[in-house]
């Protein structure tokens, strides 16, 4: 079917996901914009594209309701791994898919009335070198460090999972503090790419609570990206044991590193809504 599309989400974060193949139009960043809009298009908190790979067995691009680009979403390769195995690009309960981020495995650990329900993704390595999250910074990680802003400071620890993040511990979780200063962190200049930014607090060795302001798209309920980078940060510390569940306001997700700080994601999705984009809504993307 031309523009076939589904909407799914991972704990409150949605996505939706779109099929080079089948979309009848440009995908640029006026389009984004529009299909990701609540009131002038579907809404959600960004497009997942199906892409040809090369070196997976499907490639993906992630792009934000600003028209941007991410490296890598946990929650958007559960949904769109759940697309691949409810919509018949697969019968394999695991395989591989091709991101700006690198290359991950999903694997669907289980069903529900025939459809994927809980999917497990390896999402590749914990990096704290600065110069890789990216963070400018003198010191070759960037852990407890202070961040300046014009009526703030922050202690951070910055971490690449395939995207950058900024976590901040803190003893109380605020919502309002959240929203008040994830923007200008985002945006602050010692991070070249912008970045993610979490505030977490350490509940128990093996329980973490977060709040997420996510690069490109704001508040956010849930992020699996987002999940990694805290449980890399609290262990990093040592504040915790290598096997966590990381509990959000949209729902929770368990997370393993190993030793070697390789990731695995495990949680659930579902699909709320499939269809066609309508020829009144594609003549407006042009």
């Given at each position: 079917m031309q523009n076939f599309y589904i909407k799914s989400h991972g704990l409150g974060n949605d996505y939706i996901v779109l099929d080079q193949d089948t979309i009848t139009f440009e995908l640029t960043k006026k389009a984004i914009v529009r299909i990701c809009d609540?009131?002038?298009?579907?809404?959600?908190?960004?497009?997942?594209?199906?892409?040809?790979?090369?070196?997976?067995?499907?490639?993906?691009?992630?792009?934000?309701?600003?028209?941007?680009?991410a490296e890598k979403s946990g929650?958007?390769?559960?949904?769109?791994?759940?697309?691949?195995?409810?919509?018949?690009?697969t019968a394999e309960k695991r395989f591989s898919?091709?991101?700006?981020?690198?290359?991950?495995?999903?694997?669907?650990?289980?069903?529900?009335?025939?459809?994927a329900h809980t999917i497990k993704v390896d999402m590749?390595?914990?990096?704290?070198?600065?110069?890789?999250?990216?963070?400018?910074?003198?010191?070759?990680?960037?852990?407890?460090?202070?961040?300046?802003?014009?009526?703030?400071?922050?202690?951070?620890?910055?971490?690449?999972?395939?995207?950058?993040h900024c976590v901040i511990l803190v003893d109380e979780l605020d919502e309002a503090?959240?929203?008040?200063?994830?923007?200008?962190?985002?945006?602050?200049?010692?991070?070249?790419?912008?970045?993610?930014?979490?505030?977490?607090?350490?509940?128990?060795?093996?329980e973490v609570e977060a709040m997420i302001w996510e690069r490109g798209a704001g508040w956010t309920l849930a992020s699996g990206s987002s999940s990694?980078?805290?449980?890399?940060?609290?262990?990093?510390?040592g504040l915790t044991e290598r096997n966590l569940t990381i509990k959000m306001p949209g729902g929770n997700l368990r997370i393993e590193i190993d030793e070697d700080w390789e990731i695995r994601m495990t949680g659930e999705v579902r699909e709320i809504a499939s269809g066609a984009l309508n020829a009144e809504l594609i003549e407006d993307l042009r």
């Open positions: 609540v009131h002038f298009g579907i809404g959600s908190d960004g497009i997942l594209l199906k892409v040809p790979s090369e070196v997976a067995d499907f490639g993906l691009r992630i792009l934000n309701p600003d028209g941007s680009e929650n958007g390769l559960r949904i769109f791994s759940k697309f691949l195995y409810d919509h018949g690009h898919i091709e991101t700006p981020g690198g290359l991950v495995t999903a694997e669907i650990v289980a069903e529900r009335n025939g459809k590749g390595k914990a990096i704290f070198e600065s110069a890789k999250v990216p963070v400018n910074i003198e010191a070759a990680e960037c852990i407890d460090k202070p961040l300046h802003l014009h009526d703030k400071s922050f202690k951070i620890n910055c971490v690449s999972v395939g995207n950058p503090e959240v929203k008040s200063y994830g923007s200008d962190i985002e945006n602050h200049p010692m991070f070249p790419n912008r970045i993610n930014v979490q505030f977490a607090k350490v509940i128990s060795p093996t990694c980078a805290v449980a890399a940060t609290v262990i990093k510390r």
